[in-house]
């Protein structure tokens, strides 16, 4: 059975992808991820038991005008389109892949499965505006009727799916990492020097505004022994290595590869999600950075989104700061955090031994033994 995994983005670090493609290739399934050719990305790779196929369609190394990426768009719906036609499985992954599912389900081959993975809250994502929403909501109605079955990411994103649209509820696969041990490494203490009595927050992931990346840098200037390790890759990168100049508690790691990542994530104390409420996506959903935590045997902070919030007290394994930008909570949790840390690892035992992608996988298994069914 041969699945084309879609994504719009050039298909480096997507772990979802990754483990998804690897999963059902170990399985038996020729998958194949279509993606963007960007200048330092290849068009054709084989990565473990997969390929990879990428096409040119956007220079995004010049500024490009609204007619030119619609066109491009386009052009990157036909290519794809084109050469997904004789597979069995289009696995599109978040809602601008959807369209070319639809084209191929009806010019190309009716008879093809299609899944449909919605990595957020699609319509209802940071920085959409209200035009927008509602034009994704009429768009994502309409295609959904070309749709096999539908995965997300959390259950209240699953349940708002439902009530949206009145459709089967979607297969909740959670952004688990597999389930492994590490032993604990000590990366950013040699390799920043700091003292070993220090406790070490770390955030990790998309280095953009709203994220609480800037914000608690605020919390804890003036609090002794502890650092800040951000990690990762974004807008804000230049701005937090300027403040790593001035802050002599704050340090800057670039991304690193998915298949080293929990090492340098074990090198930490706390993990930090703190994102500010700014859409229903971020509100209802769990990031995949949560479950990478706990999987070393991190306990977490959190701001105060819901589902986070929920996760967290329902199993005992952080500590919830309900607003990012008021010094006087931080104060008061501060040293709650401090002095029971280290308490939270039974519970997060707990947690690695459900949430991990081992299971998660079973799940998607099932939903593809399905399909192969329905042929």
Same mark, same amino acid.
């Given at each position: ?133 509602? /034009? ?5 109605? $309409?295609?959904?009727?070309? #749709?096999?079955?539908? =995965?997300? !990411? %959390? ?128 509100? /209802? ?5 949560? $479950?990478?935590?706990?999987? #070393?045997?991190?306990? =977490?902070? !959190? %701001? ?72």
């Amino acid at each position: 059975m041969r699945v084309a995994n879609l994504t719009f983005d050039s298909f480096q670090n997507d772990n979802r992808i990754i483990k998804e493609s690897t999963s059902l290739a170990k399985n038996g399934y020729s998958v194949e991820v279509i993606g963007h050719l960007d200048n330092k990305t290849k068009d054709n790779e084989l990565e473990n038991n997969y390929k990879i196929r990428r096409f040119s369609y956007l220079n995004r190394d010049k500024k490009n005008t609204t007619l030119y990426t619609i066109i491009a768009y386009l052009k990157y719906i036909y290519m794809s389109a084109k050469y997904c036609k004789d597979f069995n499985v289009l696995h599109c992954n978040d809602l601008n892949t959807l369209p070319i599912a639809f084209m191929v389900k009806s010019i190309y081959n009716k008879n093809i499965k299609v899944v449909y993975d919605a990595h957020e809250y699609e319509t209802e994502r940071h920085n959409q505006s209200k035009l927008i929403k509602k /034009l994704s909501k009429k768009v994502e109605r $309409f295609l959904l009727k070309y #749709v096999d079955s539908m =995965i997300t !990411v %959390s259950e209240p994103i699953a349940q708002e799916y439902v009530k949206l649209y009145n459709i089967k509820k979607p297969t909740v696969i959670y952004n688990t990492p597999n389930r492994i041990h590490i032993d604990k490494k000590d990366i950013f203490r040699e390799k920043f020097n700091i003292p070993k009595e220090h406790i070490i927050f770390l955030y990790q992931g998309g280095l953009q505004q709203r994220r609480g990346v800037l914000e608690f840098i605020d919390l804890i200037r003036g609090k002794k022994g502890v650092s800040y390790v951000i990690m990762g890759f974004g807008e804000l990168k230049d701005r937090i290595i300027e403040l790593t100049k001035i802050e002599k508690n704050i340090y800057f790691h670039d991304a690193v590869l998915p298949n080293v990542l929990l090492e340098y994530t074990s090198s930490a104390d706390i993990g930090l999600c703190i994102e500010e409420n700014r859409c229903k996506s971020w509100n /209802l959903g769990l990031p995949n950075k949560m $479950f990478e935590y706990y999987m #070393v045997g991190l306990p =977490i902070l !959190v %701001s105060g989104l819901l589902e986070l919030k929920r996760f967290v007290v329902d199993n005992s394994t952080g500590f919830v700061i309900e607003d990012i930008f008021n010094q006087e909570e931080f104060d008061r949790l501060f040293p709650l955090i401090i002095k029971e840390y280290k308490d939270k690892k039974k519970s997060i035992k707990r947690v690695q031994e459900i949430y991990n992608w081992e299971n998660e996988e079973k799940k998607l298994l099932k939903l593809y033994q399905t399909l192969e069914g329905e042929k």
